[in-house]
């Protein structure tokens, strides 16, 4: 089996780290990368929750952390988003590979610029296809109850798709 590269974002590491299942990125077939910018979002405020637990993800290598070249293309996403997304959106193109990325804009920029997106609600879905959790809707429920952005749109489409997951 051949392992997919994803560079992820620090929205879906701080939720996934707040209901506890960053193991979805040790247990998942794919290898996750995070920029260091995005690590540094992540675990800056060490008080937060899921900040020890995204260090600890970095520490045993589950999602690991890389340098990131600022090239043009990063220079240029730097003035539409954050350093965090702009690095991952930048590492994501010059690996030809996917960003897991929860924010709109930055999903929107992503997509402009031919990047494959994924959010933290297809990361569930994967996981509960590959058999690491039992449901995806309450663990989206929780997530929304915590103060995480999710549509009712989005809502309903995941419902869809986890049923059949």
């Known amino acids: 089996m051949t392992t997919k590269l994803?560079?992820?974002d620090a929205g879906p590491l701080i939720a996934l780290a707040n209901v506890d299942l960053l193991s979805i990125f040790k247990k998942s077939s794919f290898e996750f990368w995070?920029?260091?910018?995005?690590?540094?979002?992540?675990?800056?405020?060490?008080?937060?929750p899921g900040a020890a637990a995204i260090r600890d993800a970095i520490g045993s290598n589950?999602?690991?952390?890389?340098?990131?070249e600022h090239d043009d293309l990063y220079f240029s996403l730097k003035k539409l988003l954050d350093e965090g997304e702009a690095?991952?959106?930048s590492l994501a193109n010059r690996n030809s590979t996917a960003v897991l990325i929860d924010e709109t804009r930055g999903r929107k920029v992503a997509q402009r610029n031919n990047i494959p997106v994924l959010g933290t609600a297809a990361l569930l879905i994967h996981a509960k296809e590959e058999g690491f959790i039992p449901e995806v809707m309450p663990i989206l429920n929780i997530?929304?109850?915590?103060?995480?952005?999710?549509?009712?749109?989005?809502?309903l489409k995941v419902q869809e798709l986890a049923i059949i997951a």
């Open 143 to 155: 997530l929304k109850l915590n103060g995480y952005r999710l549509s009712s749109g989005l809502m």
């Open 62 to 68: 589950w999602i690991q952390e890389k340098t990131v």
């Open 87 to 89: 690095e991952a959106i």
């Open 6 to 8: 994803i560079i992820t």
């Open 34 to 48: 995070a920029p260091q910018a995005v690590i540094r979002e992540a675990t800056a405020d060490g008080s937060k």
